[in-house]
């Protein structure tokens, strides 16, 4: 085996440079591996194409990759059901081809995120594989088991790809619990054995010269199915706790939970400073800021604004000094930013920019899902072409239901996890430069306009404007540790906060609507130094032309 255990010396410089985690001044980059680069034209993008586009990422300017799953699986939820920890799937390649990932990344001072998902593996695991074949095989207890007579499972919990949580296994007389789907059986947590089986699998990646994890569904590893609690059970802390003391063994690690139930006050758990437990929380409520409340997630109504920048600036404000946040519009189980946020039509590339603006402003580790730096926006298909498990169990339950299919279209044209699925748009090239075989997906079809090959060219481009972001945040610090103060609350149209830090401020001002703004801060803007706008030209100061966003700085006199 091939260790990649020399930090090169771009990442130790990083590392040495002060008190500040590294991960705080950090812009992360996901990649979803199946939808990014294929280099063998099978249609699936993998680890070799990957490798060809580092200096892509490199011109980006971001720190480290969060590699969606490219483990050993089935692919029945793509790779979120692994079947080996230790192993990556042929799909994407082999063992040294990871290896020579992590090395060239290092090369570029870019370190890798791996996503691990262990709150279930898949049924094709060595482990379950096990653990179905007797009630008293060493393995059994690695998942949850209840006894039943295969006519009513033992209570009403319902997976999140729909049908109940339990599935029914004849030869043992048993249910096992899945919180996803049936062929992503649950790990039991309660078993000390199971853990420190985790915990060597996690120490042998780190040895690796892995950078980090992203933590799948972190929340659900405490449950007590009995008592149908699923997330944050009494026990989650503690659990995380003790991974972090004997898994996390490298200080450098950065550590992000993904957690769909937290609040702010579970988050300052999550992510407490004296690292008990995580680097970052990867929080969804600013997702979950719909004008009607109490519906499910394909029944989204448009996004209330007002509600959206409270939501905002709570976190901002409950986190600062005591936790550590995740800043994402997108990542791959979400629709596309540009389509849910912003405008898809002529204002699709000053929407996107002003998205951006908007959220690297803030304070926490900023994310930029594949595609977003070039405004990518959702697809439309036929609905047999839709690939992704949950769609599609939600097509075949909905249509059982009786509902009209016009509704079903709509429904998922804009929510799908497809949307955000389709292959990266490198250029204006059949199947966008991503394949030279049939992507396993449709490439969406806009790729002659929005790719990568013309944004890197120019200078106004939605790429330019992450580029620029990027480099903003390296070089003022106010970026990382300055102070959040929302200003314009009700303000209907406008987004605008101040970030504070000694003696720099910035102001960051954003219209979210596709129509002018008068500009009441307009006094205050003309005194600082403009940074970064999502337009290319000055207009009138008064007024915020649609989407118009920017970033001004105000730095005291030094004293002489
Ligand atoms: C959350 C992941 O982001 C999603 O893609 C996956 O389907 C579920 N967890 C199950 O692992």
Redesign the pocket.
């Known amino acids: 085996m091939m260790q990649n255990t020399v930090k090169t010396a771009a990442l130790t410089e990083t590392a040495e440079k002060g008190k500040t985690p590294w991960w705080k001044q950090a812009v992360i980059y996901q990649i979803y591996p199946r939808s990014f680069c294929d280099s063998n034209g099978d249609g699936i993008g993998d680890l070799a194409g990957i490798l060809s586009r580092l200096d892509y990422l490199e011109e980006l300017g971001i720190d480290a990759i969060w590699l969606?799953p490219v483990f050993r699986s089935p692919q029945d939820?793509?790779g979120?059901?692994i079947s080996d920890y230790c192993d990556i799937d042929p799909i994407f390649g082999t063992l040294e081809e990871m290896d020579s990932l992590i090395r060239e990344a290092g090369k570029r001072g870019i370190r890798i995120i791996m996503d691990l998902?262990l709150?279930?593996t898949s049924d094709q695991h060595r482990w379950f594989l096990e653990a179905k074949k007797s009630r008293d095989n060493p393995f059994h207890d690695f998942y949850i088991w209840r006894d039943g007579d295969g006519t009513r499972p033992p209570n009403g919990l319902k997976a999140?790809?729909g049908g109940s949580a339990w599935e029914w296994v004849p030869e043992l007389g048993q249910y096992y619990f899945h919180?996803?789907s049936v062929r992503?059986p649950d790990l039991n947590w309660e078993n000390p054995l199971l853990r420190q089986e985790l915990y060597r699998m996690i120490r042998w990646w780190i040895r690796r010269g892995i950078g980090g994890f992203r933590l799948?569904?972190v929340d659900l590893f405490g449950k007590e199915p009995d008592r149908e609690i699923t997330s944050d059970g009494p026990g989650l802390h503690a659990l995380i706790r003790e991974m972090s003391r004997e898994a996390f063994i490298d200080p450098e690690l950065v550590t992000v939970g993904?957690a769909w139930s937290a609040d702010t006050e579970s988050a300052k758990l999550y992510s407490s400073p004296d690292g008990a437990e995580l680097s970052m929380v990867f929080q969804f409520e600013h997702h979950l800021a719909d004008r009607e409340a109490g519906k499910d997630k394909w029944h989204r109504i448009p996004v209330d604004f007002v509600r959206l920048k409270k939501i905002l600036a709570r976190w901002q404000q409950a986190l600062s000094g005591c936790g550590w946040n995740s800043l994402f519009w997108e990542?791959?189980?979400l629709p596309r930013s540009v389509s849910r946020f912003g405008d898809e039509g002529p204002f699709r590339e000053a929407s996107a920019k002003m998205l951006a603006i908007a959220l690297h402003g803030m304070q926490g580790t900023p994310y930029i899902y594949q595609g977003e730096e070039l405004g990518m926006t959702n697809i439309r298909l036929p609905l047999e072409e839709y690939r992704d498990?949950?769609t599609r169990n939600m097509i075949r339950e909905n249509r059982e239901a009786g509902l009209p299919e016009a509704w079903i279209r709509q429904s998922v044209f804009a929510i799908s996890?497809d949307n955000a699925r389709t292959p990266m748009q490198w250029d204006d090239s059949e199947n966008a430069g991503f394949s030279s075989g049939t992507p396993w997906i449709p490439v969406n079809p806009n790729y002659r306009e929005i790719n990568a090959a013309e944004q890197r060219k120019r200078p106004d481009s939605v790429f330019s404007c992450y580029r620029t972001l990027n480099r903003l945040r390296k070089r003022y610090p106010v970026f990382t540790d300055g102070t959040f103060r929302l200003l314009l609350e009700e303000d209907r149209q406008i987004f605008a906060y101040r970030r504070e830090n000694a003696g720099t401020s910035l102001l960051v001002l954003c219209n979210f609507s596709g129509e002018c703004a008068a500009n009441p801060l307009a006094a205050e803007t003309a005194a600082g130094k403009l940074l970064i706008s999502s337009y290319p030209d000055s207009g009138d100061p008064g007024v915020l032309r649609p989407y118009e966003a920017g970033i001004y700085l105000f730095e005291r006199q030094k004293e002489e």
């Open positions: 969606s939820d793509n979120y059901d998902v709150n279930h999140s790809f919180c996803f992503q799948d569904v993904e990542n791959h189980d498990i949950e996890r």
